[in-house]
């Protein structure tokens, strides 16, 4: 499951002020671009089904029909523009999002409804803003917990509640936090730089073991991501200074602003 919707929103309420400047969460949004969609850019009209399991996954922050957190977009985008293209697909995403199902056999159209709504500004700023208090506020609240200082450290969250999502299932953020803070005797504790590599090394394993059939094969294929992140922290690059080079397997790009 990607998220637990009720939980992040809890976490989004109470979640305090980043420690990230303005440019450093940019550049962490750049970051998980570059593994989202191959590119810096922030794709608001990306959409397509990539089979695993949640259905299709649509717009720049990944938002899936099948886990609740693309309906939220759609509903919040309706609520300022009541007649989209878009609106006629809630219902049945409420119900696939119920359910937590990846079918998508009754949303014929919606790839190319959700592209033509990305070139409305409005779509783009309801996609800032629900991916703010879905991902980036509940991330940095489980940062703040855990006494995560260094921006790349807390980019390492953000990152990680994008692909494995936030709650309490065995694959998510949380998981892999609980994890850590095992092998670690708790939180970060002038310890952060060997705290976070411990960090990287549960996520990669949450990755090649991951409890949810659907994504296990496509996760083991993607520790790259996680690899990139240990390059800058070997490089010393805690402060996400620029320029960044992400090099691996399938991409090769350079985070410059």
């Known amino acids: 499951m990607k998220l637990s919707l009720f939980v992040l929103l809890l976490l989004a309420v109470s979640a305090s002020s980043s420690k990230m400047n303005v440019q450093q969460k940019h550049r962490c949004e750049e970051y998980t671009s570059i593994f989202e969609n191959d590119t810096t850019e922030l794709q608001y009209g990306y959409c397509e089904n990539i089979h695993d399991g949640r259905g299709f996954t649509s717009g720049r922050a990944g938002f899936c029909t099948g886990t609740g957190d693309a309906v939220e977009v759609i509903r919040k985008y309706t609520a300022i ?12 995403l409420e119900i696939l999002s119920k359910h937590e199902s990846g079918d998508t056999s009754k949303l014929h159209g919606y790839c190319t409804a959700w592209k033509e709504a990305a070139n409305d500004p409005e779509f783009r700023k309801c996609q800032d803003e629900i991916s703010d208090e879905l991902y980036y506020k509940p991330a940095m609240h489980e940062a703040n917990q855990a006494n995560v200082q260094t921006a790349l450290g807390r980019c390492a969250f953000y ?23 095992k092998l670690m005797n708790g939180i970060v504790n002038n310890n952060e730089h060997h705290w976070i590599m411990k960090f990287f ?29 240990i390059k800058l922290a070997n490089q010393n690059n805690w402060n996400l200074n620029v320029p960044m080079h992400i090099k691996t397997k399938d991409h090769d790009k350079t985070i410059k602003n």
């Open 201 to 229: 090394d549960e996520r990669k394993y949450i990755l090649q073991h991951a409890h949810n059939v659907d994504t296990r094969k496509e996760w083991a294929q993607s520790i790259d991501r996680v690899d990139a992140m």
């Open 159 to 181: 990152d990680a509640i994008i692909q494995h999502g936030g709650g309490d299932d065995p694959d998510s953020l949380g998981a892999i936090i609980k994890r850590t803070k």
């Open 81 to 92: 523009k009541p007649n989209n293209s878009l609106k006629k697909y809630i219902h049945e």
